[in-house]
């Protein structure tokens, strides 16, 4: 027994020793800061990487930032850092290349993630920026949901945002229905898009309606975000319903999504408080919706996307004459607002400019905002921000 406990006691003491031993280490290494947003707004960017061969930052500051990357200098103390300048008050996401391999910073604990991939984010303060920013003002509550999904014949994960004040009240809600592009999920939204802080904001001043915002995982195949969906997902991909039809989840979302919501929360259960919008393959989805469905829906908007007629984007079985057919039965029905979005070196630009031909030739009326750069967040951000206020008016 005298032998037992010796041992134990040994093997603490040799485990109490290289915790101190390591914690020192720590305080004797360079202590970083990164980012650091110094007075003129640039930003400082440090990495302590003292055995890499070359170490480069991507950030979505750069023009077309995907695959993009710019050399960062290393210090004799082997801490390389990069000065960005310039940089308009916005959120703005980055990550490392170390030796070619992607690699989170590690003095920045503010990471977000879309799909499988995650990137940090810095916010550089401003005016601009204060709607991506958590505020001290009443903030709603963002909730993880499960339901069912008869249409796609399994359970399915979606984010529901509840204003303030939702929880203490009887009050009933206008709905603003928010879809993703390809490649994100249910997270996207709140992650990337800042969609819980935006509206926090907006409805803290009185700029747009309090209104629940339902975040659905627009993958038919997927019943939620990576580490978050039953074991085995990935091998049923491409055999359960709905998958490889793209009309899986838009027939669950009409079919399951909205009688759930409106069976479990206090909404206003009419076409003139429902709204819908998407980014992407969500705008496509967002289209195919309300020209299947008028009258479901009186605030549509459609984000960087346009008219699926181009092969290049799924548009060898386009039927024109069946979407003119539909467009008009969506005048008719009545809707309030159609708002439609898209950035100036959008690669959706060509398809977008098609979609509004063909309104403007049928008279469809459509509100149309053109922003600088190209199909990133930092547009659908904004659009977020110009949107919401619109509607429910």
């Known amino acids: 027994m005298k032998k037992q406990v010796f041992k134990t006691v040994s ?16 305080r004797r290494g360079p202590r970083l800061i990164s980012p650091q947003i110094n007075e003129d707004n640039s930003v400082t960017f440090r990495l302590n990487a003292p055995d ?6 991507n950030g979505s500051w750069m023009p077309g930032y995907y695959g993009k990357q710019v050399d960062v200098a290393k210090g004799d103390s082997g801490i390389w850092s990069i000065t960005v300048e310039g940089l308009a008050p916005n959120l703005y996401t980055y990550v490392f290349l170390v030796n070619g391999m992607r690699v989170l910073d590690p003095q920045n604990p503010q ?10 984010y810095v916010i550089v303060p401003g005016k ?8 001290d003002v009443p903030h709603g509550t963002l909730s993880s949901v499960w339901y069912p999904s008869p249409t796609l014949d399994k359970n399915r994960r979606m984010s529901v945002y509840t204003p303030p004040g939702y929880e203490e009240g009887d009050k009933e809600y206008p709905v603003f229905y928010l879809l993703h592009g390809a490649g994100g999920n249910e997270d996207s939204w709140p992650s990337l898009g800042r969609a819980n802080c935006i509206l926090d904001n907006l409805i803290a001043d009185g700029i747009a309606k309090p209104m629940i915002v339902v975040i659905t995982n627009g993958n038919s195949w997927s019943a939620a975000a990576p580490g978050e969906a039953p074991a085995g997902e990935n091998a049923e991909r491409l055999k359960g319903p709905g998958s490889g039809d793209r009309n899986g989840f838009e027939n669950s979302l009409v079919n399951d999504v909205i009688p759930f919501i409106e069976k479990n929360y206090r909404v206003i259960a009419d076409k003139d408080h429902r709204a819908i919008a998407g980014l992407s393959m969500g705008g496509m989805h967002t289209q195919t919706i309300t ?3 008028p009258g479901i829906f009186s605030y549509i ?29 969506l005048q008719e029905s ?5 708002w439609i979005g898209c950035g100036e070196e959008d690669t959706a630009k060509e398809i977008n400019i098609a979609l509004r031909k063909l309104y403007d030739d049928l008279g469809f009326k459509y509100v149309y905002r053109e922003s600088p750069g190209g199909h990133t967040w ?6 977020l921000s110009e949107l919401a206020p619109l509607l429910f008016k």
Not at 334 to 338: A, D, I, S, T
């Open 291 to 293: 020209n299947s469905n």
């Open 378 to 383: 930092a547009n659908w951000r904004l659009y």
């Open 128 to 135: 601009e920026s204060e709607v991506y920013t958590v505020q």
């Open 111 to 120: 990471v977000m993630r879309e799909g499988a991939g995650s990137d940090n």
């Open 334 to 338: 009545g809707v309030k607002l159609y």
């Open 301 to 329: 908007g459609v984000m960087s996307a346009g008219l699926r007629n181009n092969p290049r984007f799924g548009g060898n079985n386009y039927d024109q004459e069946a979407h003119i057919k539909q467009l008009k039965a």
């Open 11 to 26: 093997l603490m003491t040799i485990l109490l020793i290289v915790i101190l031993q390591t914690n020192a280490q720590f």
């Open 52 to 57: 890499a061969d070359n170490v480069a930052i």
